[in-house]
């Protein structure tokens, strides 16, 4: 269970946070949520794909780590085997929570919360999250600076799609994979970007992408396919 408190430097005063990698924190799971902003840097390590939402419908972009539910091609024994971790992952388990008290002429800003029953969070090991004084350590400094880009890309997100669905660029997909042990997968229930149709567009889509921002992490999606190829060879090293 959660527990989703609004951080502060007096009753969290002596919270430290464990940033080791593995199962045991949590980080054994399939994919994570990304934003376009980050696009770049996660496809140097991961391909991005779409999901639908089942309370929404919506499609969500995110990172894929394995082909089954709780596997990530990416833990080792020494920790997580890429050189980016996207930011939905890296924050945790800090999250932006409700609006703060208003202040005079403006409105009330979100706040940053903590999971206080993550096992990452701890009062003897990991990064101390205040600084013996009360003041932010570098550390939550950090991680207020990667809420405020997940906090804003989740916003962008939204019109991201909606270009490329309203462009017909979305297409589920089902990819079979046969493993050196004799095993099999299918990752099934995605979609990604249909190449050949972007291939198609004209220039009056392509500059309306182009003037929103857009087209570049669409291309990052479609760059970021070449690492199917490295999750089956990462899933075959480990049989």
Same mark, same amino acid.
Not at 127 to 141: I, K
């Given at each position: 269970?959660?527990?989703?408190?609004?951080?502060?430097?007096?009753?969290?005063?002596?919270?430290?946070?464990?940033?080791?990698?593995?199962?045991?924190?949590?980080?054994?799971?399939?994919?994570?949520?990304?934003?376009?902003?980050?696009?770049?840097?996660?496809?140097?390590?991961?391909?991005?794909?779409?999901?639908?939402?089942?309370?929404?419908?919506?499609?969500?972009?995110?990172?894929?780590?394995?082909?089954?539910?709780? +596997?990530? %091609?990416?833990? /080792?024994? @020494?920790?997580? !085997? $890429?050189?980016?971790?996207?930011?939905?992952? =890296?924050?945790?388990?800090?999250?932006?929570?409700?609006?703060?008290?208003?202040?005079?002429?403006?409105?009330?800003?979100?706040?940053?919360?903590?999971?206080?029953?993550?096992?990452?969070?701890?009062?003897?090991?990991?990064?101390?999250?205040?600084?013996?004084?009360?003041?932010?350590?570098?550390?939550?400094?950090?991680?207020?600076?990667?809420?405020?880009?997940?906090? +804003?890309? %989740?916003?962008? /997100?939204? @019109?991201?799609? !909606? $270009?490329?669905?309203?462009?017909?660029?979305? =297409?589920?997909?089902?990819?079979?994979?046969?493993?050196?042990?004799?095993?099999?997968?299918?990752?099934?229930?995605?979609?990604?970007?249909?190449?050949?149709?972007?291939?198609?567009?004209?220039?009056?889509?392509?500059?309306?992408?182009?003037?929103?921002?857009?087209?570049?992490?669409?291309?990052?999606?479609?760059?970021?396919?070449?690492?199917?190829?490295?999750?089956? +060879?990462?899933?075959?090293?480990?049989?």
């Amino acid at each position: 269970m959660a527990r989703h408190v609004p951080l502060n430097n007096i009753e969290h005063k002596s919270l430290r946070i464990v940033t080791t990698r593995s199962a045991a924190y949590g980080d054994d799971q399939m994919f994570a949520l990304t934003v376009p902003a980050e696009f770049r840097s996660v496809q140097s390590c991961y391909p991005i794909v779409f999901q639908k939402r089942s309370d929404t419908g919506q499609f969500q972009p995110l990172a894929l780590f394995g082909f089954q539910p709780g +596997e990530n %091609l990416f833990l /080792t024994e @020494a920790g997580w !085997d $890429a050189t980016y971790v996207p930011i939905s992952v =890296e924050r945790l388990p800090f999250l932006i929570g409700g609006p703060g008290v208003a202040q005079a002429g403006q409105p009330a800003q979100p706040m940053i919360h903590i999971d206080l029953d993550n096992p990452r969070v701890s009062s003897t090991e990991g990064e101390a999250v205040f600084l013996e004084y009360g003041g932010s350590s570098p550390f939550l400094e950090r991680i207020s600076s990667m809420l405020g880009s997940l906090h +804003e890309g %989740l916003a962008a /997100t939204t @019109a991201f799609v !909606d $270009a490329l669905q309203g462009l017909d660029l979305l =297409e589920s997909f089902v990819l079979d994979v046969g493993h050196k042990d004799g095993s099999s997968s299918r990752l099934a229930g995605f979609y990604t970007v249909n190449e050949e149709r972007v291939r198609a567009l004209d220039g009056a889509a392509v500059s309306k992408l182009q003037a929103q921002g857009f087209l570049e992490p669409m291309y990052m999606v479609v760059a970021s396919t070449v690492h199917f190829r490295d999750l089956i +060879e990462r899933r075959n090293r480990r049989s």
